[in-house]
């Protein structure tokens, strides 16, 4: 996961709230995946508001030190096609 990329949440994809993070539903390929911490649930739902996966988690106020261990979360999650590139970075790209 490059933290400098623009995400999403994938719009198949539906959150449901726990006591120790969340559960994400993919309605496309039926994965069920566990978001084991509050933090992480609100950078996913967060994605899509920030520029890119850096200025998310400083937003949160996930410190610097812990950046690599949410960028491989959140590769985890888009290898599950949970969270996706978002669109509008594909095309500014081009």
Same mark, same amino acid.
Not at 1 to 20: G, K, N, Q, T
Not at 74 to 80: I, S, V
């Given at each position: 996961?490059?933290?400098?990329?623009?995400?999403?949440?994938?719009?198949?994809? &539906?959150?449901?709230?726990?006591?120790?993070g969340a559960l994400a539903y993919h309605f496309g390929n039926r994965k069920l995946t566990f978001l084991k911490t509050p933090a992480l649930v609100r950078v996913?739902?967060?994605?899509?508001?920030? =520029?890119?996966?850096? &200025?998310?988690?400083?937003?949160?106020?996930?410190?610097? =030190?812990?950046?690599?261990?949410?960028?491989?979360?959140?590769?985890?999650?888009?290898? =599950?096609?949970?969270?996706?590139?978002? &669109?509008?970075?594909?095309?500014?790209?081009?």
């Open positions: 996961m490059i933290l400098d990329e623009a995400w999403r949440l994938s719009p198949s994809v &539906a959150l449901r709230p726990e006591p120790f996913v739902e967060q994605l899509a508001d920030h =520029a890119d996966v850096r &200025a998310t988690l400083r937003a949160v106020g996930v410190p610097e =030190a812990q950046h690599d261990a949410y960028a491989a979360a959140l590769e985890g999650l888009a290898d =599950a096609d949970m969270i996706r590139p978002r &669109a509008d970075a594909i095309e500014e790209a081009s």
